[in-house]
């Protein structure tokens, strides 16, 4: 499984980027299709991947739906995509599933908050109460929004055996509010967290990939995710045969 904040194609190098090249939030120069074939390269050796800032199509991705563009590059029969933000048709976010299994349901839920345009995408595989559960979020930078965010999620997955919540949490993963999930479902806390911000110099994990005590979590590394400022985060997962046929997921 990969998780990874693409930053919609564009690249940043440096905190200074931030202000230098603030106009490829907005408009399509630079090289963001090379930005998405090596992303589409990395995501291809993945079954399952999680997506934050995937443009839908807006001006600033030179109105490509940058989600079916890397499955189609990728190698994946499935995707779906969950628009949360628009800034006046010049740019979009959405969080993004890409699949080489095919997913039973998929649905998305808005996410609460001072701000609008978050929100969570879940993806069921399997059958039943035993089936996999796959959640992709993007959550807000302050405390007090990604506490109800968090106890929202929680909600969605209490219950369910066999989950996997994967994003860009905008905290590490001891943070107070954080609990609520391994208090309300069977995530459990990660045994290790891998820095992924900022990708030039990397020193803060707050994009994470957490799993239920269930499964059997093989590897985690970090990786580019082209030149986004987010490191992308791969792992291997070994799934029980009654939540998937297939074992082991990339």
Known sequence: MLSAN???????????DYVARS??????AGNK????DKIARLAGEHDIVGLQESDPGSLRSGFTNQTHYLAQRG????????????VGGFASSANALLSKLEPVDITDHPLPGRIAGRGVLMARFGDGDDGLTVAIAHLS??????RSQVAFIAELLHGHRNAVLMGDFNCVADRPE????YQRTHLQPPASCVPTFPSWRPNRAIDHILVS??????????LPAAASDHLALSIELDVPQQALRAATLN
């Open 141 to 146: 930078l302050g405390a007090t929004s990604r």
């Open 6 to 16: 693409i930053q919609a194609g564009s690249s940043t190098r440096g905190y200074h």
């Open 75 to 86: 190698g994946f029969d499935y995707w779906s995509h969950q628009p949360n933000r628009s």
């Open 33 to 36: 299709r090379g930005a998405l």
């Open 213 to 222: 005590g269930s499964l059997q979590l093989q590897e985690m590394r970090a």
């Open 178 to 181: 954080m609990a609520l999930l």
């Open 23 to 28: 106009w490829s939030h907005v408009l399509p």
